[in-house]
């Protein structure tokens, strides 16, 4: 099956900092989406981002489809952001499955 | 409804006991999606309904997981008996009409297996 890769693992910020989250996956997709889980568990949809870019806030995101690889921008930080960032794919060949990374853990440091 | 909603919250359980997990998608909603969290695991894509067909089944472990939807609404995740190696969170999700839309996660059920 299709194999995603989240970079950096963790990532420790100062309130106030930016930061850029990369997923890359190994096949075609035709669905990517990014996700917060928030301290209590919540998955909260960021963007569903297929290709393109996208803004929302003080969070933005691009998915170059064609070199398979996705970024997640986060600007101006604050605590609220800390979570773990989830990129999940579905491949061209899949029905609704999302696959999922292993997330990008932050915490943002007052 | 406003969100997704599960039930129960938490369920703990003993092993070899059957459990059913509930689903409420978003009203209108006909694409829904099971997950389960767990440490060791990460995020595991279980099932996906369109209406009340389920074109993939791929990620349920064995054939003691078994998912229904009726209605084409609700959902119930049955896991029969249990083992302690199915203590994990139990997501779901819906979208609008496709798989190739945004999906909206419910807060999940927490299982124990005692």
């Known amino acids: 099956g299709i194999q995603v890769e989240q970079s950096p693992p963790d990532l420790i910020l100062q309130e106030g900092a930016n930061s850029t989250l990369r997923c890359n996956f190994s096949d075609s997709v035709n669905n990517l989406q990014w996700f917060h889980q928030n301290p209590w568990g919540q998955l909260i949809n960021l963007f569903y981002i297929p290709s393109g870019t996208k803004q929302n806030g003080r969070l933005s995101a691009t998915t170059v489809a064609t070199e398979r690889y996705s970024l997640l921008y986060i600007s101006s930080s604050q605590t609220t952001d800390s979570g773990v960032y989830f990129c999940?794919?579905?491949?061209?060949?899949?029905?609704?499955?999302?696959?999922f990374g292993a997330g990008t853990q932050v915490v943002v440091t007052p | 409804g406003a969100g997704v909603s599960q039930s129960p919250s938490n369920k703990v359980t003993e092993k070899g006991k059957d459990v059913e997990l509930r689903c409420d998608p978003i009203?209108?909603?006909?694409?829904l999606y099971w997950y389960r969290q767990s440490l060791g695991q990460g995020l595991e894509f279980l099932i996906y309904f369109q209406g009340n067909s389920a074109p993939d089944k791929s990620g349920l472990p064995s054939d003691r997981f078994s998912a229904e939807r009726t209605g084409g609404s609700v959902s119930t995740l049955t896991i029969q008996r249990t083992q302690q190696e199915d203590s994990a969170v139990y997501l779901c999700?819906?979208?609008?009409?496709?798989?190739?839309?945004?999906?909206?996660f419910g807060p999940g059920t927490r299982l124990l297996v005692l």
């Open positions: 999700a819906s979208s609008f009409q496709t798989s190739q839309e945004t999906q909206y």
């Open positions: 999940a794919v579905g491949a061209t060949d899949s029905w609704g499955k999302l696959q």
């Open positions: 009203s209108g909603h006909t694409a």
